[in-house]
T-cell receptor
Framework: EAGVTQFPSHSVIEKGQTVTLRCDPI?????LYWYRRVMGKEIKFLLH????????ESGMPNNRFLAERTGGTYSTLKVQPAELEDSGVYFC??????????????FGPGTRLTVL | AQTVTQSQPEMSVQEAETVTLSCTYD???????LFWYKQPPSRQMILVIR??????QNATENRFSVNFQKAAKSFSLKISDSQLGDAAMYFC??????????????FGKGTLLTVNP
């Protein structure tokens, strides 16, 4: 069974440019989470999808960030325009069932974003 | 707001020895879960062990066990018979246990564990 995959693994962009990160969850997983780790700080929650619906986007930093989950499958996280403070590692995680905290969140390898 | 604190940025242990990683948390919830995740170098983060707050018995998974002190809000991870493959960044994490479907994780900053041969 394929795990959670993320693309690209690294992205280096200039301030003001746009970047789109993609996450493919494990097939059949309804829950999809995005997290971010800024250098030297904690991994922080960004948002949560259940299928194609946003359940909680309270962690999104500002309106420069837009997340979508087309058809309840893969998800994209777009940053437009990117700022220096957006640099960090963006993780995606998926879990199977809705409403069960005991369902393990499986993490992707992360996308390292560097904004110059 | 819930917070998770890992006071040890780095730890090292000799192969075959035992090491304990510390974690404290703060929450006003009564129903919650605690986790230890492991991220080996250049690899994905994986769940090591999970503890339900309502359970008094400490969770164990092979060489990994926790010391859960609910009153003290402490959740340490003990790794016995350390192996080279245990070298990784270890993250302590928290989630609410009920009341919704969003079991987002709150993480500590992590502890980098080095295993010396």
């Amino acid at each position: 069974e394929a795990g959670v995959t993320q693309f690209p693994s690294h992205s280096v962009i200039e301030k003001g440019q746009t970047v789109t990160l993609r996450c493919d969850p494990i097939s059949g997983h309804d829950n999809l989470y995005w997290y971010r780790r800024v250098m030297g700080k904690e991994i922080k929650f960004l948002l949560h999808f259940v299928k194609e619906s946003k359940q909680d986007e309270s962690g999104m930093p500002n309106n420069r960030f837009l997340a979508e989950r087309t058809g309840g499958t893969y998800s994209t996280l777009k940053v437009q325009p990117a700022e220096l403070e957006d640099s960090g590692v963006y993780f995606c995680a998926s879990s199977q069932d809705w409403g069960r905290v005991t369902d393990t969140q499986y993490f992707g390898p992360g996308t390292r974003l560097t904004v110059l | 707001a819930q917070t998770v604190t890992q006071s040890q940025p780095e730890m090292s242990v000799q192969e075959a020895e035992t090491v304990t990683l510390s974690c404290t948390y703060d929450t006003s919830e009564s129903d919650y879960y605690l986790f230890w995740y492991k991220q080996p170098p250049s690899r994905q983060m994986i769940l090591v062990i999970r503890q339900e707050a309502y359970k008094q018995q400490n969770a164990t998974e092979n060489r990994f066990s926790v010391n859960f002190q609910k009153a003290a809000k402490s959740f340490s991870l003990k790794i016995s018979d350390s192996q080279l493959g245990d070298a990784a960044m270890y993250f302590c994490a928290y989630s609410i246990g009920s009341g919704g479907s969003n079991y987002k994780l709150t993480f500590g900053k992590g502890t980098l564990l080095t295993v010396n041969p």
